[in-house]
């Protein structure tokens, strides 16, 4: 499929994040209005809560729009959302007759602020990138025992903070937490002087389970809304202090960023493809019957106050070992009940080079390896950097992406308990 | 403080577990009726909001129980908390003038279903008993390495499912998942043959805090709205294989099982006592202003399909190491929001003999010693094994209790993807 052309403005320019192929959902307000609904087309928003309260756009069961979250949209279902994408492409598409009735609901991303654009019910984070757990496990273990021995056979993953989500560009403060250096002989409370991303992208589950009742791969699929770039910061002194013997849990629950547009699954469709061969079979409930896994390139930058950016790391989505419908599956084998809003994290996004790792745990092999940046070097993240993750689609003419997931570690606070 | 007299009948009895001295807060319904909010009180449920509907309880900020849930009172604060119970306590004292008005509002227990009392935002589950993490550790590290490093510092904790909470009387379906022996080469999917309880109380979260703004441990227990009584079943084995290196996942998802009384926190107030002696000096930002620890005896019933009550275990939320306020405050520490409906699990609550264990796991000592119940023996839970928690406080011519928590585990479904 190519370009479907449009008659709005920079939406036909082949470096366009927002085609009319990609209509990804957010929740924006212009000036002092209310958060709304919108879609993002070419270099404009498409205020769908006003198409919606004007008659020109009606879904079945609705309003779903007069809300500002998606949340209603997605509980409505896979039929809802194929007739909004239709709907809003036969109302944008270059030649559609109601386009002066549109006009007046465009709004310049320029204008606008964006928001969470859905309500997050639980966040579950994965460990599923191949590269990335073996790096990690070869800086705590040595390369012979990186992989655990589940790692093979499982999605791992663990339960985070849904409180924690933040859209893009709200600032992140450094947190303080209960470190140990090895050499220590009692632990400190302290700001984290490791403060990490971790690059993932995040599945917006947009159907709900049955409690008691595993839901097959197939059926995860389909369950699935959308994506998103998702940043989930990590305080490596913090996490190794607290992981043994429950896992992460202070570590990771300062905050997880993610990009402003749910990039739905459709538009991801002619961008599918397999997860890595399986270096063991699986056992046949957790089998793709199909390509689950998108081709999307990914990248992060860093910048310094006042500096330049520099890209630190590119990889790709495809790195993963275990798809979100994988890993959606795997979640309710214990009859688990997963609701609309839920979020899953894929897990660090590695590649096999060290410019495609996802983290700066990773990149720095734990510290020792400075990188270098555009005026400096880095291990961790320093106060007032601003880290940038992007992602996009190349397809036959025209991009898909999911704006910018980024955010600027501001200082720690000088007394945590000062009111 | 002794028993506060009530004209209910029913209350004044010095073992009912709902005396005026309580009030708990649950949802009930009556016959077809829509669930709502009511307190316990002797043999009744209070339909408070009747009563507020009918004009005579008023909250500031009001109508606030006009909903199925408990959490638009909670998000009211502390101080309608206060003025709730002072109000219903005037209503239900002896001599209460009102007594002819309120009385059609109430409904027999035996005549009612008991819901969930509140929406539960989200779920987090502690490791904080001392007793149980020495017991667990022995077994699977030895007595020398029982405890991890971190233990004796800060409370260990992991993010739960809070779509797996249901109230009392939810009946359990044995989960299956991926599970491997130590002598299997390969993992299977199978029924768990290790399902178990682990005793715990849970701590209601029913003030918020700030997004990047720790809290002190005394602002901590202020915070906490009451208690209930919780269950937080699990597969061992699926937990073995599982939790390295991230921690429990689809072994605790299954279902978590909440009495259906939260006891607030001011009727708890006679019963604080303080946390255990510390091993070692926990630092400050931890530390306990005053006891905030609760006396409450606990004990737990297992009754086989159609058999006679065993009673496993008795022990006392007193043994914790860490109090439900230093939980609280540990949570926040990396600046993790908390919410309104927030449940915190204390974890396992084991005393130090073997008859205070509080999980199968323990008191079988990993499968190794079967116990001995009415009419046989029990190593981990068989299908149609009902698992009863209960717990009560003794005060001076009155008990505080919180129903029973209660579930009954039924057998596995024999193909989890049969539609």
């Known amino acids: 499929m190519g370009l479907i052309r449009s008659w709005v403005e920079g939406a036909n320019r082949a470096d366009s994040p927002f085609p009319l192929n990609n209509l990804p959902c957010g929740v924006f307000s212009a000036g002092t209005d209310e958060p709304r609904c919108g879609v993002a087309i070419g270099d404009f928003v498409l205020d769908v809560a006003g198409l919606e309260e004007a008659g020109l756009l009606s879904l079945e069961g609705g309003p779903l729009l007069d809300v500002p979250f998606w949340n209603e949209v997605m509980e409505a279902g896979p039929a809802v959302w194929a007739a909004l994408r239709a709907r809003l492409t036969a109302l944008l598409a270059e030649g559609a007759a109601e386009r002066a009735a549109v006009e007046p609901f465009l709004h310049r991303q320029t204008d606008v602020t964006l928001h969470l654009p859905f309500l997050v019910s639980e966040y579950t984070d994965f460990y599923a990138g191949r590269h990335h757990a073996f790096n990690v496990g070869t800086m705590f273990r040595g390369p012979e025992n990186a992989l655990p021995p589940n790692w093979l056979h499982i999605p791992i993953g663990y339960n985070g903070r849904a409180s924690s989500v933040v859209v893009s560009g709200t600032e992140i403060r450094r947190p303080w937490g209960q470190v ?132 630190i790391a590119r990889t790709n989505y495809a790195e993963m070992y275990y798809s979100a419908a994988q890993q959606l599956a795997h979640h309710t084998t214990s009859g688990c009940a997963m609701n609309v809003g839920d979020l899953l994290g894929s897990g660090t996004i590695s590649g096999p ?3 495609s790792r996802g983290s700066l745990l990773e990149l720095s092999w734990g510290g020792k390896e400075p990188i270098a940046i555009e005026g400096g070097t880095r291990t961790f993240i320093e106060d007032n950097d601003t880290l940038t993750l992007r992602g996009s689609c190349r397809g036959d003419g025209y991009t898909i992406g999911f704006g910018e997931c980024a955010g600027k570690v501001i200082p720690a606070l000088a007394d945590p308990y000062a009111r």
Chains 1, 2 share one sequence.
């Open 180 to 311: 140990k250096g090895p050499d220590e002989t009692m632990p400190r409370f302290a700001p984290s002087a490791r403060f990490d991303i971790e690059l993932e992208m995040g599945a917006v589950v947009g159907q709900p389970s049955v409690h008691g009742q595993p839901v097959t791969v197939a059926e995860a699929d389909q369950m699935i809304f959308g994506y998103v770039l998702l940043n989930d910061w990590s305080a490596r002194d913090i996490q190794a202090w607290e992981y043994q013997p429950l896992g992460p849990f202070q570590a990771k629950a300062t905050a997880t960023t993610i990009s402003p547009w749910i990039v739905m699954r459709a538009a991801l469709e002619p961008f599918r493809c397999s997860t890595q061969p399986r270096q063991v079979p699986l056992l046949p409930h957790l089998a793709e019957p199909g390509p689950m896994l998108y081709d999307i390139a990914l990248e992060v930058g860093l910048t310094p106050e006042g500096g330049e950016e520099t890209i």
């Open 353 to 355: 080079v060290k410019e």
